[in-house]
């Protein structure tokens, strides 16, 4: 049952920069795209491009509510929060409000468990280092006892793949230049609204990051 | 927000003999009990006894509805699956059908975020050593990277507890006996039928264990 082709992977994708460009950079991996709905301010303006690149490259995608997080967790990021989104660049002190407790280990241990269903072997996700000042579960410390998990609590050992730990967003940035990913086919701002902010700190890294690789004009 | 007392623990418990069992066990460090409703043919037997159990012991008890797991994971468990519930002592050629894939990864992952959003630095659960030929997310080789991923992937350093990995049911059911638990208000057999089958490798394990702790008659 469940079988989808014969690529191995399986892509957390949400919609976004980073994401995008590695559902692009190993489209040939790819067998599934898997996006997470947990009630944030910004998921029904960046699913949609999920969708629609998974689309595009002839991959399957499937989206996955978890409505639990929006009732039981506390982060500025969800639209329940009686919180704003903070604005200004990314630090600590200002931008820890939106982090969304242990946010990719649910959505890695749900992707593990949809591989296995699905007889497929890797799980990719693209988190990035220019997260892990804030994000706990974003940084190398957090992903190398998480592969190890995959591996041992499954029983096709189920292979974690975070190609994109160790680099900036600039570099994603650039990567996706040399894919040809148009940037305007993707989402960021956390606030959700109908246009991005400029303000708040995803908007404000985005920005940073495609000026570096050369665009200008892709907001 | 979210605060409950000032217990730090979080439990995962089924309604089931183990972490019924664990959770009169802990119980002066339990503050949050948490159910995982992932559409087992079992749940709406067991949950129930969760419940009972945390509100006799003045613990808050939640329960986080998984529909996707029904949706998209391929196992026997399942209410929505073809395939019957094997019978016969466990083995793992008879009841590997009765996987779900990562399911102990995805609820200590949510658990470990609920946490988190309620202030509390440990989560329980109680896995065993009888669970270990099958379960691949039971064994001790999954639990210690997963107590590291929780520890190094939350911001305050979320501690995995799984104090009975390395007892047999047996052990369970004895110390059940110490703490005065009565096992008729718990939950095991896999078919969730009105009355326990008797003949599935769970109620099988669960009358060994009882019988050896003493106990002949709390099927």
């Not at 002839?58 to 989104?85: A, V």
């Given at each position: 049952m469940n079988k989808l082709n014969d690529k191995p992977g399986l892509i957390v994708v949400s919609g976004g920069m980073d994401s995008v460009t590695m559902l692009y950079d190993y489209a040939d991996q790819i067998g599934?795209?898997?996006?997470?709905?947990?009630?944030?301010?910004?998921?029904?303006?960046?699913?949609?491009?999920?969708?629609?690149?998974?689309?595009?490259?002839?991959?399957?995608?499937?989206?996955?509510?978890?409505?639990?997080?929006?009732?039981?967790?506390?982060?500025?990021?969800?639209?329940?929060?009686?919180?704003?989104?903070?604005?200004?660049?990314?630090?600590?002190?200002?931008?820890?409000?939106?982090?969304?407790?242990?946010?990719?280990?649910?959505?890695?241990?749900?992707?593990?468990?949809?591989?296995e269903s699905y007889d497929l072997k890797e799980v990719y996700i693209a988190n990035h280092f220019g997260d892990h000042s804030i994000y706990p579960d974003c940084r190398a410390s957090f992903i190398r006892p998480m592969k190890e998990a995959l591996q041992e609590g499954t029983s096709n050992s189920v292979k974690l793949m975070a190609p994109y730990t160790g680099w900036s967003k600039a570099d994603i940035a650039k990567r996706g230049v040399e894919l040809g990913i148009d940037y305007r086919e993707t989402w960021s701002c956390y606030k959700g609204e109908e246009k991005p902010c400029g303000k708040c700190g995803t908007c404000i890294e985005r920005k940073e990051a495609l000026e570096a690789a050369g665009i200008f004009d892709m907001f």
């Open positions: 599934l795209g898997v996006s997470f709905d947990y009630g944030s301010k910004h998921n029904a303006k960046e699913i949609p491009f999920a969708k629609l690149h998974c689309e595009r490259l002839g991959i399957k995608h499937i989206t996955i509510p978890l409505k639990f997080i929006n009732e039981y967790f506390r982060s500025s990021l969800l639209s329940n929060s009686d919180e704003d989104i903070p604005e200004g660049a990314y630090a600590e002190d200002n931008m820890s409000s939106t982090v969304v407790p242990f946010r990719n280990g649910i959505m890695l241990s749900i992707a593990a468990g949809i591989a």
